[in-house]
T-cell receptor, first 113, second 111 residues
Framework: EAGVAQSPRYKIIEKRQSVAFWCNPI?????LYWYQQILGQGPKLLIQ????????DSQLPKDRFSAERLKGVDSTLKIQPAKLEDSAVYLC???????????FGSGTRLTVV | DAKTTQPTSMDCAEGRAANLPCNHS???????VYWYRQIHSQGPQYIIH???NNETNEMASLIITEDRKSSTLILPHATLRDTAVYYC????????????FGKGTLLTVNP
């Protein structure tokens, strides 16, 4: 089975610019997660979708971050405007349903300069 | 979710068993213990999970103490490719399905 696809693999932007990341989960997986992983730390959950609805976005900085999962398949995560502290790897994961194991993508490494 | 405590780093010789400990003294009765690992520049990878009984799969074994306050992940014959950060996670049951990651243990397998 194909894994979780993410693009781009790397992105460098200047502070105050905007950026978007794309995730294509495993086919048939209802639950999709976006995590942020700052260097030296474990991944931190930003937002969880069940189909196209948001289950948990309590740790998403909503003043600058937004995410959507139209049609309950692909998802995009956007940052506008970016700050230096947003430099991190952004990981997407999907699972068959809530309570099942996660499969992670390889992530997008964002550098804000 | 219950908090877990893991050593920051460990070393292991290639071909030997790697035993990674995890303390989760506040675990609740319906919470599972999950282990993931993250090899450099990749996303986390599922290894194994358990509730009460010991579990084994093709990658590893999970030993959970009888009081469930601690567990050990065992890689029976570590290879250089097992060098990674290993995360022990307690995952809630019911409506709380999230995986909350700590800092994990950096396991370095030496030739």
């Amino acid at each position: 089975e194909a894994g979780v696809a993410q693009s781009p693999r790397y992105k460098i932007i200047e502070k105050r610019q905007s950026v978007a990341f794309w995730c294509n989960p495993i086919s048939g997986h209802a639950t999709l997660y976006w995590y942020q992983q700052i260097l030296g730390q474990g991944p931190k959950l930003l937002i969880q979708f069940q189909n196209n609805g948001v289950v948990d976005d309590s740790q998403l900085p909503k003043d600058r971050f937004s995410a959507e999962r139209l049609k309950g398949v692909d998802s995009t995560l956007k940052i506008q405007p970016a700050k230096l502290e947003d430099s991190a790897v952004y990981l997407c994961a999907s699972s068959l349903d809530m309570g099942h194991g996660y499969t992670f993508g390889s992530g997008t490494r964002l550098t804000v300069v | 979710d219950a908090k877990t405590t893991q050593p920051t780093s460990m070393d292991c010789a290639e071909g030997r068993a790697a035993n990674l400990p995890c303390n989760h003294s506040t675990i609740s009765g319906n919470e599972y213990v999950y282990w993931y690992r993250q090899i450099h520049s990749q996303g986390p990878q599922y290894i194994i999970h358990g509730l009460k009984n010991n579990e084994t799969n093709e990658m590893a074994s999970l030993i959970i103490t009888e009081d469930r306050k601690s567990s050990t992940l065992i890689l029976p014959h570590a290879t250089l490719r097992d060098t990674a950060v290993y995360y022990c996670i307690v995952r809630g049951g019911g409506s709380n399905y999230k995986l909350t990651f700590g800092k994990g243990t950096l396991l370095t397998v030496n030739p």
